[in-house]
């Protein structure tokens, strides 16, 4: 049974940084790309990082570029999601995904 837990999530101030960790099991993790995505009230799903199986290549688009990094560790089978100058704009709810498996998704609140 594949499972993709995120943690990390929470209420932080407009220009404070989080970190979301996003644990696999039951899948090859090390042979398989990783992404981020989040999910606003009202909004579609949007990606927000990728990363090949090699931990190399990151990808980003211009709404997060330089402010957000994505990261893995294949030895702990977890990848993760460095955000920093967080702006009200990014709350969210946001999920980790590999090919057709998706996490259960983790509450972000950037606010005052």
Known sequence: QVQLV?????????????????QVSGFTFSTNAMAWYRQAPGKEREWVALMN????????????KGRFAISRDNTKNTVYLQMNSLKPEDTAVYYCRTGAYWGQGIQVTVSS
């Open 6 to 22: 995120e943690s990390g999530g929470g209420l932080v101030q407009p220009g404070g940084s989080l970190r979301l960790s996003c």
């Open 53 to 64: 199986e090699y931990g190399s290549r990151p990808n980003y688009p211009d709404t997060v």
